[in-house]
């Protein structure tokens, strides 16, 4: 069975547009996010136009926050700093990847954790581990989300991550094995946790064996084709987090998007199977307007 992240995606943002309707009848004001971009990168450039246009289909205003590449790293935290205290802003992400001369982590770590919707500060990350009140990073909270929606259940299964990044790998590893009883508020996701979990890497020996015992696959590499028939057993769930770019003169573009597993070979022996594009991907844009609500929440109870 396919697992549809575009119709799931959907029906989350007609429950966040009613949430915040309704919220706003009550007279409270609507959410308000920012979205601070550095430069002018094509592809952040569309991500950010594509968030922005989500937020607007549910009610959630945006500030944008436009800076040109060359800004040092002092003038970016200040601009940071102003967010942290702006009681108009619920919260607000850093596109990433910022330009060469300014280093991510600076800039993730002078976040408040209480605005930060990418769920990426240190101090979230950090809450997440312990079962605290968190804001999870998008990704991994959409995987969850797909996971609670189409009834799949993780309690006692045996979990295989495939890459081990801070926005991907690790946060699910975490998400799914702890104790549902620590999973966190704001999700629907609660009966998810308890997992058994493999975190593997490109230094892993013999992946294919380690994948054929797994009752779930999460594949987050990189790698068009990583996962192959051979290396799953009839039934499991694969979760397809790749977003690869390959040569297709037959497209219009002169390429086409593609996700880590040979979709074609395994999909007959999944139980479940995410497609890409149309499962994670538009997951991940539906979990960051969930944590702006969730933040939103917080900031004006
Ligand atoms: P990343 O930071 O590059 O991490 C990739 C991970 O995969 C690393 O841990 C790497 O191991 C591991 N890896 C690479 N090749 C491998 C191999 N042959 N065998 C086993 N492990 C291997 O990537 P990321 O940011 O997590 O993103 C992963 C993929 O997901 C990318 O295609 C990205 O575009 C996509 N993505 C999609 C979404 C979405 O919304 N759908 C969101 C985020 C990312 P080492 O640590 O040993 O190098």
Known sequence: MILD?????????SEL?????????????????GIVIVGHNPASETYVANKIKACAEVGIEVERVALEADITEEQLLAEVERLNHDEQID???????????????????????????DGLTPANVGRTVQG?????????????????????????KHVVVIGRSNIVGKPIAMLLM???????PGMSASSLGDATVTICHSKTRDLAAIC????IIIVAAGCPKLLTADMVREGVVVIDVGINRVEDPASPRGY??????DFEHVAPKA?????????????????????TLQAYNEHTR
Request: proline share 8%; aromatic share 4%; hydrophobic share 40%.
């Open 5 to 13: 992240g575009k119709k799931i995606a959907s029906e989350i943002r």
């Open 17 to 33: 547009r009613e949430q915040i309707a309704s919220r706003v009848a009550q007279g409270k004001r609507a959410p308000r996010l």
């Open 91 to 117: 919260g607000f992400i850093v596109q990433l990847p910022l330009p060469d001369h300014i280093t991510e982590t600076t800039i993730l770590s002078a976040i408040d954790y209480r605005k930060d919707v």
């Open 132 to 156: 605290l009140p968190s804001l999870v990073s998008a990704t991994p909270r959409g995987i969850r989300e797909l996971l609670a929606r189409n009834g799949i259940q993780t309690a006692g």
């Open 178 to 184: 702890q104790r549902p009883y620590l999973s966190l």
């Open 212 to 215: 054929r015992t797994a009752d």
């Open 256 to 261: 086409r998007l593609t996700g880590d597993v």
């Open 271 to 291: 139980a479940y199977i995410t497609p890409v594009p149309g499962g994670v991907g538009p997951m991940t844009i539906a979990s960051l307007l969930q944590n």
